[in-house]
Nanobody
């Protein structure tokens, strides 16, 4: 299993970013996929989830209306659009498959750093 995140960066409050996760080594369409984030000194947090076919999504309350998760099952790609970014969104963002509310794969990618600061 390989999960490769990209697209992070430094952005001012109110700005936008588009994160991508390229997945391989498993049957992508069989799994819900999620984005997680981890801020310094804090536990990893589940941010957004999308169903295998891409028709169902769910978000943590703090990002509802600002973040959008999507997937391309032809390319084994899951994307997170981040809009109206706030300093509290600063974290390393990771993707993983999700089952029963828990990440499936023990081996995480390197993540992608999102820093929101003026």
């Amino acid at each position: 299993v390989q999960l490769v995140e990209s697209g992070g960066g430094l952005v001012q409050p109110g700005g936008s970013l588009r994160l991508s996760c390229a997945a391989s080594g498993f049957t992508f369409t069989s799994f819900y996929m999620s984005w997680f984030r981890q801020a310094p000194g804090e536990e990893r947090e589940l941010v957004a989830t999308i169903s295998g076919a891409g028709f169902g999504t769910a978000y943590v309350d703090s990002v509802k209306g600002r973040f959008t998760i999507s997937r391309d099952n032809d390319k084994n790609l899951v994307t997170l659009e981040l809009n109206s970014l706030k300093p509290e969104d600063t974290a390393v963002y990771y993707c993983n498959a999700l089952k029963n509310g828990q990440p499936v794969w023990d081996s995480w990618g390197q993540g992608t750093q999102v820093t929101v600061s003026s």
